[in-house]
Every structure is written in C-alpha cells, then in structure tokens.
C-alpha cells in the first residue's frame, strides 16, 4: 500500500491499525484524508489476514474535531458535490466493514470524529475523551450519519440532546449512555484496544464475523426478520463448519 499523508496504515498479528494523521490540526477530516481512508478500508474489507481494525488518532489531544473547517468554508461547489458523493461511499464503507473495528478515542472526539466513531463497533474512551456535535451550531447538520447512528447508540433523547445543543460531553458521561464500553486511563488506550483485539481474534473468524453481520443488519429490520436473519447465518455457520 502506498504511503499516506493523513492517514498511517499499519498491519501486525492479525490486526489492522488505523492512525488519522493530522495531529498539528487536531486529526481534522479533509478530502485527502476521506480519499485515504477509502483506499485503506477497501483493502481491509478483502483482506483475510485482517481480524479486527483498530482507528485511532495521533497526537495527545484529539481522536478527530471533526471536518477542516478551512477546507469547508473555501471549498467551491464542484468540490463540496464530489465531498458529498464520496462521503457517502466512505461511511457506508465503514459500517459495511465485515471485521469488528474497534474506535481508541482520546481529546476531542467532535463531528466527523463522533461521527466516525460512531461507525466502530466497539469504542474505548480515555478519560480526557470529550464528545460533541458542534454542527448545528455552525448552522449546517451532520452529514456522515450521526443524525442516524447517534440515536441508535444512546436512544432518541440524549441523541436529540447531542444534536441540538451541540453541548459536550465527557468520557464519564459517554460511559454511562451507552456510547462507550470502557474507559480507561490515557496510557492504557491503546493497550486496552489491543487487548479487546486478541480476544476477539482468539475466536472462530466465522462466528465473529457473522455475529457482527447478524447485529448490524438486524438492526435495520423488524424483529420477526431479525430473527429469521440470525437463523440463517446460525446455520450457514454450521454448514460450513460441519464441511
Ligand atoms: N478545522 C481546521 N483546523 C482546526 C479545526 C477544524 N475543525 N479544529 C482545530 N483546528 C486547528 C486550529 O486552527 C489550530 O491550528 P493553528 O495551531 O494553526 O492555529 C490547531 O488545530 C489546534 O486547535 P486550537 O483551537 O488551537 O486548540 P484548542 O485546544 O484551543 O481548542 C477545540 C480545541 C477542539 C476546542 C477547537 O480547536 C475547536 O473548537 N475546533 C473546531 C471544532 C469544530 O467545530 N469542528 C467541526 C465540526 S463540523
């Protein structure tokens, strides 16, 4: 895979690691950062030798602030279009990842960087984590899914709260809505994603896989075809660990 200015890819044991790389900018989105990603998430998808995914951000203050306000208020309408269309791709793309992809989050956690966040299966907060939505604020909405994944993760109130007023929370708070499943101190980020990592990995491939197909399309069903959905995969694993 080539070198990448925004983004660092790196593979060991099985596992995938995702750096955003803009820690003089608070690891802010850009295009070129978007475009990176993409290539990096299209290689993972079809690479067996990848487990799980780790994503996480350089630098001590900030996971992501979210977009480059520079290139937003400067971009001309062309590029806005061609941002538009590509997000698209990029965040069905990372909600389509068939591996578990854990989120390391630490600093400012705000925008796009919730908004990514929101798109790992599991997240792992450290205690300097501060979650935001600042977009309403700014007088436009978000636009990589939060107004459809936040709600899914917290419930509808503390979703809506989120939105509208664009109000911060902290590590503690994220812990006890349901937004993050451990936090732990600084040092440990890392090591504790690792750690979740080799558990997962220490699992039959197919099982982890399909459980997580099995939660993340179930969720967009009624129950009664959840259900049937879970049967079928259940079996499919069957059938293919019986052959
Ligand atoms: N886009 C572009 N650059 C950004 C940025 C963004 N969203 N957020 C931060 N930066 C840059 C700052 O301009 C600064 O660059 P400089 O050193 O060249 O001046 C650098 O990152 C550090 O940010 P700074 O504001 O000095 O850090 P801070 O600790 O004082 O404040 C924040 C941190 C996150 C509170 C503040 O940077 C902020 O509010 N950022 C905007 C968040 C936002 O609205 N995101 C967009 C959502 S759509």
Redesign the pocket.
């Known amino acids: 895979m080539p070198p990448f200015q925004t983004v660092i890819y790196e593979k060991s044991e099985n596992v995938a690691y995702i750096t955003l790389n803009r820690p ?3 690891n ?1 989105y850009n295009l070129q950062m978007r475009d990176e990603l993409y290539q990096i998430l299209c290689a993972i998808k079809d690479d067996d030798e990848v487990k799980v995914a780790i994503l996480k951000g350089a630098g001590n ?2 996971f992501c ?6 290139e ?1 208020l400067t971009a001309p309408s062309p590029i806005i279009a061609r941002r538009v269309r590509w997000e698209r791709d990029i965040w069905g793309l990372f909600l389509r990842l068939p591996q578990p992809l854990i989120g390391a989050l630490h600093g ?1 956690i ?3 960087g919730m908004e990514m966040a929101l798109c790992c299966d599991l997240r792992i907060a450290s205690e300097d984590a501060k979650f935001g939505l ?2 309403t604020g ?1 007088g ?1 909405i978000p636009a990589a899914g939060a107004t459809q994944t936040l709600p899914r993760v917290v419930g509808r109130a503390k979703a809506m709260e989120m939105l509208l007023t664009a109000d911060r929370i902290d590590a503690r708070e994220a812990y006890d809505v349901g937004l993050v499943n451990k936090v732990v101190p600084r040092a440990q980020l890392l090591a504790t994603a690792q750690e979740m990592a080799r558990e997962i990995i220490s699992y039959s491939h197919g099982a982890v896989r399909y459980a997580k197909q099995a939660v993340v399309r179930g969720l967009d069903l009624p129950l009664a075809e959840g259900l049937e959905l879970e049967r079928r995969l259940a079996d499919l694993l069957f059938s293919i660990r019986t052959q």
Not at 65 to 70: F, I, K, V
């Open positions: 003089q900018v608070l802010v203050k900030a602030a979210g977009a480059d306000l520079s937003f400012y705000l925008g796009s600042p977009e700014l436009i």
